[in-house]
């Protein structure tokens, strides 16, 4: 079985290898067969890596345990849930992963491709290929999956306990497929450079595989902080560890990236820096990895640190290297005519929009490489804590989301003055009003105030588009409320999916602010039958009760919480579980979310007797809408990728017309200038 | 892409207001990432300063009191890896260098256990003792614990 998986990656290589030449002589050569013939050659590498991903999953449900990894990641007791997810669990199997994400992506976008960009998507598919050399050869040579053990343990030492939690079993294949996928857009960014095609076709062509790219960017940071809030039993979801920072930076590269190529698709400006954004993301991914695997930067978690790092840092430098050369080779090609007019403009909206993101990203790049860089200039290694990254980061945020009611309402070019007042008026004073009222009901941190006046501007503006949008239907087709809202938002996906995502962005950063200012903390030591009090509930503690099983054991408490009557509302059940295998305890936390606020209640400790136990309970205020929103942003997205009709018509009379067509197809959500 | 000169001053005040952010951020928020052995080195200009310090958790110095939620241990240098094979080069039995931490209020993280590696936050107060306000486990992916030899 395991010489299989052998082969099968050293095949896959040879494919991988075999594309990129058949590729790029089909495309320079101007010879079909020889680009299918490299298409081919993909969906075969595909196939092979599918093999050994299959190949693994088999030693792991076997416990094979004469396998280094199925010994050193699964144990016969693990649940079979788990014995799946330990794919990713460590090292070698998640590179695996990766790579079949990887060659998956690629096969579709050569399928996508196959009659589609024959100048770029070649050259796009022998990058694609060329990046997964880079890690077919870190499996065949470096961290080979499929090495034996001289003699096989009667039991494998089992998966970490922490992982052992279904928000870890998605966390990291959201995050991977995150990172893969942006590589689609990126390749097709470097195609654009090589070929020289510099219009906007490699952005369109990959417009959907970009925002694919962020839904599962945004899904996977927002499942590992879940996993954080449920798991780790500190009742903060967020630390700024260099792991946590190396997902969020390319999350917001992407986001501006997103943005900015929408001026590029209307105004025909940017051009460099979208090809600069994308070509940040895809660094950034590979940063992350090379973060995580390198252990150069201590990180509190570093799950799958190895041996990786230089491998991981060269070829991330080789990147940047060609791609800056490519950048600066086309650089007199890429000026457009195109110039910005004014302030008052929602491409200047939008370019602010992008240097707050891209700063954001930096300082979280700077916190996070800084001890290495003190360590190199100073020979002392200095670090900065959550203080620095909330310090700086606090204030753009807000710019952000000032930005995310301007941009949206505000025109291309220039808006006079009378426009403005008409489309901001009403949005101002109600962010005003509700500045007013939380004011006046006690609230007094100036940033919580222009937090809330803010969002409440944003979501004023968001409902006045709707509003108008519905009315304008109603008025032209004459529909009923419900149905002008269904077909506005079809009809608009793009343009609307992307107003549901800054609702949810917006709900997040309430959860945020009021998680980050508002959080009370309890702890107490209690005897069976005591009660004790948290904001306006009361927690009375009824007994410790034990449980064992074959794979782990476990303290469980029960708790009583009486409402501010004195009515019980619900019991909890913080527990203390014990991993047997590795004798390794594991905090199980009790979790009542409202959306005012989440109860969180963690069994610290207890004594031999189990009449004794030690209780921190956290009362966070509206952190609930952090999960909200996260949700409303997964469904804008669904929203704005849906094929939509007027799209597909649109391509079709492109493609019947010319190869390279430069038509304007971006009609699709683009917002309705008045 | 032209960027007319105004728009270059605007997006030169964003990214002054960026750097000012990460700058004035520097100065109120840095702090000493020290090894146990560099901590014994500058045991003088330390006093009083805040630190991160990482260390193994010396085995038999472990008291937790669970009424209390108070962990003390002593936190002795981290030995060397041999960077090559990843094998640790043998402890000397008795280390001279470690410090005693008193970390109060907290739970003891899960993955806390003698032999552990962490990461202390705290400040270095009088006697070498380590007031602590946050203890961290740092979590290795692979436990090759027992494996029959």
Same mark, same amino acid.
């Given at each position: ?30 010879? #079909? ?35 280094? &990894? ?12 788990? +014995? ?172 501006? &990236? ?12 940017? +051009? ?64 457009? #005519? ?184 309890? +702890? +107490? ?69 409202? #959306?005012?606020?989440?109860? &969180? ?41 849906? #094929? ?31 | ?149």
């Amino acid at each position: 079985m395991t010489e299989l998986g052998n082969l099968a990656l050293a095949i896959a290589l040879l494919l991988a290898v075999y594309s990129i030449v058949a590729n790029i002589y089909g495309a320079r050569r101007n010879a #079909p067969d020889f680009v299918a013939s490299a298409r081919h050659a993909i969906w075969s590498m595909c196939a092979m890596v599918t093999i050994a991903v299959v190949v693994l999953w088999v030693a792991l449900l076997r416990s094979d345990f004469s396998l280094e &990894y199925v010994a050193a990641y699964s144990s016969t007791t693990l649940p079979t849930g788990y +014995k799946i997810t330990a794919l990713w669990g460590g090292q070698q199997g998640s590179l695996l992963f990766w790579t079949w994400l990887l060659a998956i992506f690629t096969s579709i976008a050569a399928f996508q491709n196959r009659r589609r960009n024959p100048e770029i998507a070649p050259y796009a598919l022998a990058v694609l290929a060329g990046v997964a050399i880079f890690f077919l050869l870190m499996l065949n040579f470096v961290t080979r999956p499929f090495d034996l053990l001289a003699v096989a343990p009667a039991e494998g030492s089992d998966l970490n306990p922490l992982l052992q939690n279904y928000w870890m079993a998605i966390h990291p294949p959201s995050l991977y497929t995150g990172y893969v996928s942006a590589s689609v857009p990126f390749a097709f960014g470097a195609a654009a450079l090589i070929t020289g095609k510099l219009d906007d076709g490699w952005i369109r062509s990959t417009r959907r595989w970009a925002i694919f790219s962020w839904l599962f960017l945004t899904l996977g940071n927002l499942f590992g902080a879940r996993w954080a809030y449920e798991v780790l039993g500190w009742g903060g979801y967020w630390a700024w560890d260099p792991v946590e920072n190396a997902a969020f930076m390319p999350w917001l590269v992407m986001t501006a &990236y997103l943005h900015s190529v929408m001026i590029q698709e209307r105004k025909d400006m940017l +051009k460099v820096w979208n090809l600069a954004l994308i070509g940040l993301t895809f660094g950034l991914t590979l940063f992350g990895t090379f973060i995580t695997r390198s252990g150069v930067i201590s990180s509190v978690h570093s799950f799958t640190q190895s041996g990786l790092g230089p491998y991981f840092l060269s070829f991330l430098i080789a990147v940047v290297l060609a791609y800056t050369a490519l950048l600066i080779f086309r650089s007199g090609q890429l000026r457009g #005519p195109a110039q910005m007019e004014s302030y008052l403009s929602r491409e200047a909206a939008f370019l602010f929009n992008n240097l707050m993101l891209v700063g954001i990203a930096f300082a979280v790049f700077w916190g996070t490489v800084f001890p290495v860089l003190s360590e190199a200039v100073r020979g002392v290694k200095i670090t900065v804590g959550p203080p620095f990254f909330n310090r700086v980061n606090a204030p753009l945020a807000l710019g952000l989301v000032l930005l995310m009611g301007i941009g949206p309402l505000i025109a291309w070019r220039r808006t006079t003055a009378g426009n403005l007042v008409r489309s901001f008026a009403a949005p101002v004073a109600f962010g005003v009003a509700t500045g007013i009222v939380a004011a006046a009901a006690g609230l007094r941190q100036w940033y919580v105030l222009t937090a809330f006046s803010l969002v409440a501007f944003v979501m004023g503006t968001v409902l006045a588009e709707f509003r108008r949008g519905m009315n304008a239907r109603r008025h032209m087709v004459a529909e009923r409320r419900a149905t002008a809202l269904v077909n506005l938002v079809a009809k608009n996906n793009r343009r609307y999916g992307g107003y549901v995502i800054h609702v949810g962005v917006i709900a997040a950063f309430v959860g945020i602010v009021g998680s980050s200012f508002f959080r009370t903390e309890v +702890k +107490k030591s209690v005897h069976e039958g005591d009660s004790f009090t948290i904001g306006s509930y009361t927690l009375r503690f009824l007994g410790l009760a034990e449980a064992e099983n074959a794979h782990l054991a476990s303290a469980t408490a029960r708790v009583e919480v009486l409402g501010p009557d004195g009515r019980e509302i619900t019991m909890m059940s913080p527990a203390k579980i014990l991993f047997k295998t590795q004798q390794q305890p594991a905090t199980q936390v009790a979790i009542r979310s409202t #959306p005012a606020s989440d109860l &969180y209640l963690v069994l610290a400790g207890f004594d031999d007797t189990g009449q004794n136990v030690t209780f921190e309970v956290f009362l966070t205020p509206l952190v609930f809408w952090l999960w909200a929103g996260g949700l409303l942003m997964v469904l804008g997205t669904v929203i704005a990728m849906w #094929p939509n009709v007027r799209e597909r018509a649109a391509i079709a009379t492109v493609l019947s017309r010319s190869p390279a067509g430069t038509g304007e197809l971006a009609d699709v959500g683009a917002p309705g200038g008045d | 892409m032209e960027i007319r000169p105004r728009f270059i001053i605007g997006a030169g005040l964003i990214i002054l207001a960026i750097g000012y952010l990460i700058g004035n951020a520097m100065r109120t928020t840095s702090e000493y990432y020290l090894t146990v052995n560099e901590v014994a080195g500058r045991q003088g200009e330390l006093g009083g300063q805040a630190i991160r310090v990482a260390g193994r958790v010396k085995p038999g110095t472990v008291e937790w009191e669970p009424s209390t939620l108070t962990l003390k241990f002593e936190i002795m240098p981290i030995p060397d890896v041999d960077a090559g094979t990843a094998t640790l080069k043998p402890v000397v039995a008795t280390d001279p260098v470690s410090f005693r931490v008193i970390a109060a209020g907290e739970p003891k993280p899960d993955m806390f256990a003698p032999g552990r590696d962490v990461i202390v936050e705290g400040t270095l107060g009088a006697g070498g003792i380590i007031t602590a306000t946050q203890v961290m486990t740092s979590c290795a992916s692979k436990y090759k614990p027992k494996q029959s030899q």
